[in-house]
């Protein structure tokens, strides 16, 4: 037996790497269906408009099947499809590995120790990861199933809330402009991580390291905190990881994983959506792309213009509040990364300094309509010779 599964993972291992990243979803009992339909609209926007080749192309796989999951998980090939999985993704829900009828523990430590497959979990497939299938928040280590480094050490504060995560410096998933700049997430009773046992910062490799035995091989885990709880819960709020296998006197890297406390996917903000995106990539071990830092605009209002600008804004705001949900999120997906960002920037100084939640759709919707009625009173009084008093909206 252990001769076939060394076998197994040497041919997974040496094969050619798939061009696109291959994802296969848990999406059966356990998994919350809206929470694995907005994961494939962020994988279908993204391969639509940020994707830059087909090495940042991210392929959609789901099952309901237990057995189809399984194999998978075994051996990193769907049965199905005849696809390489690059990572297996549980989204939040509510204790899926209830309904696994297998030796999930070591069937998930064969996937990425032996085959180098990466996992991504969200909410109750973080608290999984985590090693915690109680839910409880008793302190580090209680109840840790699973050895990746991290465990549970809050969670379960509440659902349909909004956190702030301050980004962490020298993590691999965000750009350095983001380090040290906090953004909200949408938070329904997820995890907050802390260390497990053993793990210790570790100034040479910039990031925490554990060294430890899984199932007779000495393996080492290294941990990127990639954010952590401002606020709603306590300790790291997402991190990344890697397993890492002695083989002689090296250490030769294997599978990834990124766990997500809050739900990047239920967050109405396109920032959100690119990280669980990036989180992906980096745990297939893909290319991960960094947009740029989104530049400052200054704009420069004549003399004269202030109250029909100011007539056009308010008129824009009534307009942006009877304007369907979906037609705004639509004109923001079409605009361009930078323009995006800046709106992010905005809205989150807005509730930082304000306490106020204006998401950056309703920023970019009320801009371009006070730009487009502005537009139109103008053209109206060049016609006319004066720009009527505007209608009721």
């Given at each position: 037996m252990r001769a076939a599964v060394t076998m197994i993972a040497f041919v997974v291992l040496m094969s050619p790497v798939c061009a696109e990243v291959h994802i296969l979803t848990w999406a059966g009992e356990g998994a919350d269906s809206t929470c694995v339909a907005r994961t494939k609209e962020i994988?279908?926007?993204?391969?639509?408009?940020?994707?830059?080749?087909?090495?940042?192309?991210?392929?959609?796989?789901?099952?309901?099947?237990?057995?189809?999951?399984?194999?998978?998980?075994?051996?990193?090939?769907?049965?199905?499809?005849?696809a390489r999985i690059s990572v297996v993704y549980v989204p939040g829900g509510w204790h899926p590995e209830r309904y696994w009828d297998f030796d999930w523990v070591r069937a998930l430590y064969h996937a990425q120790i032996d085959l180098g497959i990466g996992y991504v979990g969200i909410c109750a497939g973080a608290y999984l990861h985590a090693g915690n299938t109680t839910y409880s928040t008793s302190g580090p280590g209680h109840d840790d199933v699973l050895q990746d480094g991290v465990t549970v050490i809050d969670g379960m504060n509440g659902p349909n809330r909004i956190c702030r995560v301050l980004i962490l410096q020298d993590n691999p998933l965000t750009p350095e402009w983001t380090w040290g700049n906090v953004f909200t997430y949408k938070y329904w009773n997820g995890p907050g991580f802390g260390p497990e046992p053993g793990l210790e910062f570790n100034s040479s490799y910039k990031c925490w390291v554990k060294i430890t035995n899984i199932e007779g091989r000495e393996v080492m885990i290294k941990i990127w905190p990639v954010g952590e709880y401002v606020d709603t819960c306590k300790g790291w709020a997402i991190v990344a990881g890697q397993y890492f296998v002695k083989e002689g006197d090296k250490w030769v890297p294997r599978g990834r994983f990124v766990l997500f406390g809050p739900h990047p996917e239920l967050t109405s903000r396109t920032g959100a959506h690119a990280l669980l995106a990036k989180a992906i990539l980096w745990a297939a071990g893909a290319k991960v792309p960094m947009e740029p830092q989104p530049s400052p605009v200054v704009q420069v209002v004549p003399k004269g213009t202030i109250p029909k600008a100011l007539v056009a804004a308010v008129v824009a705001t009534a307009l942006t509040f009877v304007l369907p949900e979906d037609v705004k999120e639509e004109l923001f997906t079409a605009s361009d990364p930078i323009t995006q960002g800046i709106f992010e920037t905005i809205s989150n100084v807005i509730q930082d300094k304000?306490?106020?939640?204006?998401?950056?759709?309703?920023?970019?919707?009320?801009?371009?309509?006070?730009?487009v009625v502005y537009a139109l009173e103008a053209l109206i009084e060049w016609l006319f010779g004066t720009a009527p008093a505007p209608a009721s909206a």
């Open positions: 994988v279908d926007w993204w391969d639509t408009y940020r994707a830059i080749g087909p090495d940042t192309t991210i392929v959609w796989h789901y099952t309901t099947r237990v057995d189809r999951w399984r194999t998978v998980l075994e051996t990193g090939t769907d049965p199905l499809t005849g304000l306490g106020l939640e204006v998401p950056p759709e309703d920023l970019l919707t009320v801009t371009v309509a006070t730009v």
